[in-house]
């Protein structure tokens, strides 16, 4: 079992930058491969970035690329997502996830924090 919990959100400019944070507790940290997703009003749930558990290979939605960046400190059971050149279009909330190392489904979840790019 583990516990994560996002920080980090807020509301920016078109063109501003927010860093996210999600703090996981319980488990290995490392065990687990991390992901960043997000909900806008009245749309589904879509993946926005993963990164395995040593942080080596990462993926990204196609139109987040080149703006967001996920890293993880496995010494602080952290991970990031750095969000820069924001897009109204980006506005959303964004839930940290975490799954076993080499499973298909994210089990754990955060409780979200909301990201509002105005224009």
């Known amino acids: 079992q583990v516990q994560l919990v996002e920080s980090g959100g807020g509301l920016v400019q078109a063109g501003g930058s927010l860093r996210l944070s999600c703090a996981a507790s319980?488990?290995?940290?490392?065990?687990?491969?991390m992901g960043w997703f997000r909900q806008a009003p009245g749309k589904e749930r879509r993946f926005v970035a993963g990164?395995?558990?040593?942080?080596?290979?990462?993926s990204y939605l196609d139109s987040v690329k080149g703006r967001f960046t996920i890293s993880r400190d496995n010494a602080k059971n952290t991970v990031y997502l750095q969000m820069n050149s924001l897009k109204p279009q980006d506005t959303a909330v964004y839930y940290c996830?975490?799954?076993?190392?080499?499973?298909?489904?994210?089990?754990?979840w955060g409780q979200g924090t909301q990201v509002t790019v105005s224009s």
């Open positions: 996830a975490a799954r076993v190392a080499g499973n298909i489904e994210y089990a754990y």
């Open positions: 319980g488990r290995t940290f490392s065990s687990y491969a």
């Open positions: 990164i395995s558990w040593s942080g080596g290979n990462t």
